[in-house]
């Protein structure tokens, strides 16, 4: 990011307030839609931190229409013309020769936004549940402390201004004294260097080394870069600092067709991009299986697309092995998430191996089932999935919202939903990350 010093800012001020009056729609209709906006399939594809655009329903970018057609029906400049005519409309290709749907058009916008930014609006009062105090917490603030941290964590209402703008100084301060030492050049030209290249080193000094140096440039810009952000920290916050781990497990068996893949992959690629912004000592496991179970990277977590047999059973085994090896409760906040189609081939033998995941004393198991409205894979008369079976073995607590059903255990901490199209991706995520002031 540029800060620049403008003598012209009077001339500007009502466009810089249409502007802003403009990003405020914007952002109230992304904030209304959220649940259709985060289910767009482009964005799990993108890193964080990247942009991704999205359509705003019930807005239109104006603009200027000028004439057209050689000018025979009028517009901009001289010519005939009323106060109130209609200016003529553009006509669209193959207007007049073909028919017309007897349903009405809905006008939208199409806005680049920052995944970041969506994550903010999402989880404003969210958070992980059940979150307990470990012997090896990072940081434990004594309640009544009126205290104030900085973090390199954060979300962006929170950012700290005069402290970014302090680490943003102090690392092009460093980066002038290298460039300097690299080339011999005076100060004032290290720094204009890094305004020309926009803060790139490298670029500086090939610059400097060319001779290609814009004297004209304001030596004084500087760059924002991510590692200089810093961000607030308020007391009640600070126990959420405890070590977690989330271990996210996914069925990739072949019932699993495209469309459940991509409901499942969406949960949890918002869950873990939630918990990476949030949280600074959070760790991620991804275990994926068929009939049998593996760990893999997060790469692959989002991409791997398996065949063959369902044994939901084997991917609680390795996460009850992984949780006793690396992550002992005594020491951990442990969050389990399993997402699936409740397909299985032995839901006793799953039943049973929920069951010492849960003995474990972990602090959350949360289990979203994906049920189609409309199915490849239609589940026929008396079919029972692995949620019913759940249902028959433990007692929940049962809430609706969007036409879906969630479940909750607070003895056991056990969480669990079924997902039927994409508009449940977001209450499902709710359900899992409920308000702190419910715990």
């Known amino acids: 990011m540029t800060i620049k010093v403008h003598d012209d800012w009077d001339l500007s001020e009502k466009g810089r307030k249409d502007a802003a009056r403009h990003r405020e729609k914007i952002d109230e209709h992304i904030r209304k839609n959220i649940q259709d906006v985060i289910s767009e399939e482009s964005i799990i594809t993108k890193k964080q931190g990247k942009m991704v655009r999205v359509p705003v329903k019930g807005l239109k970018d104006y603009r200027f229409v000028y004439g057209h057609d050689g000018g025979a029906q009028g517009g901009v400049g001289q010519g005939e013309g009323d106060p109130g005519d209609v200016i003529a409309r553009r006509r669209k290709k193959g207007d007049g020769d073909r028919k017309a749907g007897n349903a009405p058009g809905e006008d939208y916008m199409e806005t680049e936004v ?108 500087i760059f924002i870069e991510d590692d200089d952000l810093r961000y607030k920290q308020i007391e009640e916050d600070m126990v959420l600092h405890s070590n977690a781990v989330i271990i996210a497990m996914m069925d990739t068996s072949g019932s699993m067709d495209r469309e459940k893949k991509y409901l499942a992959r969406s949960f949890l690629f918002w869950l873990t991009e939630f918990l990476k912004k949030t949280y600074n000592n959070v760790q991620n496991k991804f275990i994926v299986h068929t009939t049998d179970a593996h760990v893999v990277d997060e790469e692959t977590f989002f991409k791997k697309g398996e ?133």
Request: glycine share 6%; net charge negative; with cysteine.
């Open 114 to 221: 920052d995944i970041d930014y969506l994550i903010n609006i999402m989880f404003e009062d969210l958070g992980l549940p059940y979150i307990e105090d470990k012997t090896k917490a990072e940081t434990l603030i004594p309640v009544g402390w009126k205290f104030d941290s900085v973090s390199k964590k954060g979300i962006q209402p929170r950012i700290h201004k005069n402290k970014t703008l302090k680490e943003t100084i102090k690392r092009t301060a460093m980066l002038a004294a290298e460039i300097m030492d690299s080339t011999g050049c005076p100060e004032d030209d290290a720094y204009i260097a890094l305004s020309q290249s926009q803060g790139d080193f490298e670029d500086a000094v090939e610059i400097i080394k060319m001779d290609k140096l814009d004297r004209s440039i304001n030596p004084g810009d």
């Open 307 to 439: 065949d063959g047999g369902t044994m939901c059973s084997s991917a609680f085994d390795l996460a009850g092995y992984v949780i006793d090896t690396e992550f002992p409760t005594n020491m951990w906040n442990v969050y389990v998430v399993y997402i699936s189609d409740g397909e299985d081939w032995d839901t006793a033998k799953t039943t049973e191996a929920i069951k010492e995941v849960l003995d474990r004393k972990i602090n959350m198991l949360g289990y979203c089932e994906i049920d189609l409205e409309e199915s490849s894979y239609p589940r026929g008369m008396g079919y029972e999935s692995l949620l019913d079976h759940i249902r028959k073995e433990w007692v929940f607590t049962t809430s609706t919202e969007e036409g879906t059903n969630f479940y909750k255990n607070d003895e056991k901490h056990f969480l669990a939903c079924t997902i039927r199209n994409k508009r449940h991706v977001y209450p499902a995520l709710k359900h899992l990350l409920f308000e702190k002031r419910k715990v």
